[in-house]
């Protein structure tokens, strides 16, 4: 008997009951939380005289709810995603250049079905990373795997696994989830061999895996940014712009708009 149908047995001194054997038989079966909701669910049934079909419908559906509560929150953990910035307490009437109904279909994730890119660009504060986080977590959500990293994090990353053999290489996180968010590009320029390792990445996840980057640059700095090679940044943004979406966020800061209104106030 496993540990789990040993916890279902009856406590010592408590009276068998005809319940607690399917309770431990669907134990044993490996639906727990169906188990642990059956009694109550009968009790239900019982009363609202519900049909046999109904009943096992809803404590199936027990079974489901749970379980895929469960995998969303182990995915959320495993993804690295921050806490506490999704669309629902995103402020779009703050920030008016983001179209919500672009948000919305973003959303849906198909972009992510398709492997393609997101670029998310704009001044410090206007909501790149909340949104990349929020964005990451409905991903999660539909079922993708994602692995949120800002870029000093990936690159000292990509620096330490660059001499493991390739076996143990593309077990990484960073090639092979289904999103990969670069959080706040363009803060630090790359020297040569990071801009190399970001291309070998950027290379590899192409047609593969979906990327979304936020950046306070425009595209016409990455050459900049890639260690001044402008025959890189052509090679990395050929790759990362031929499926993409791009969304430029003009706009203020949110962190700011405190101070504003402080200052408004006073004046
Ligand atoms: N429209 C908004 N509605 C609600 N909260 C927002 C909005 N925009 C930004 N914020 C909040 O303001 C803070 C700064 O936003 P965020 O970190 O997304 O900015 P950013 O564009 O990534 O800036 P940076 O370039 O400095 O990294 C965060 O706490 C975020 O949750
Ligand atoms: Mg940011």
Not at 244 to 262: F, M, P, T, W
């Amino acid at each position: 008997m496993s540990a789990r149908a040993a916890t279902a047995a009856p406590a010592k001194g408590r009276p068998k009951v005809d319940l607690d054997a399917t309770v431990e038989r669907l134990h044993r079966l490996g639906l727990g939380h169906a188990a642990e909701r059956l009694s109550e669910r009968l009790g239900a049934a019982t009363k609202d005289e519900l049909a046999p079909h109904a009943f096992l419908d809803r404590l199936l559906d027990d079974e489901l709810t749970e379980r895929e509560e469960r995998r969303v929150k182990t995915s959320l953990k495993l993804s690295g995603l921050p806490t506490g910035q999704t669309l629902g307490n995103f402020d779009f009437a703050f920030q008016p250049s983001i179209e919500r109904s672009r948000i919305e279909t973003l959303a849906t994730c198909a972009w992510l079905r398709e492997k393609q890119t997101l670029l998310i660009q704009g001044p410090p504060g206007v909501g790149k990373t909340h949104l990349a986080i929020a964005l990451g977590v409905k991903a999660v959500e539909h079922g993708f795997s994602v692995s949120f990293q800002r870029l000093d994090e990936l690159l000292s990353a990509l620096k330490r696994d660059n001499e493991l053999p390739w076996s143990r290489l593309r077990r990484k996180k960073y090639l092979n989830v289904a999103l990969l968010v670069i959080d706040e590009m363009g803060f630090e320029p790359m020297n040569r061999h990071e801009a190399s390792l970001f291309f070998r990445l950027v290379g590899y996840r192409y047609g593969r895996g979906s990327i979304l980057i936020t950046t306070n640059k425009g595209i016409k700095d990455w050459p900049e940014l890639l260690a001044g090679d402008e025959i890189l940044a052509t090679a990395i943004l050929d790759r990362l712009l031929h499926h993409s979406h791009v969304l430029n966020i003009k706009g203020r800061s949110y962190r700011l708009r405190d101070l504003e209104q402080a200052i408004s106030l006073r004046q």
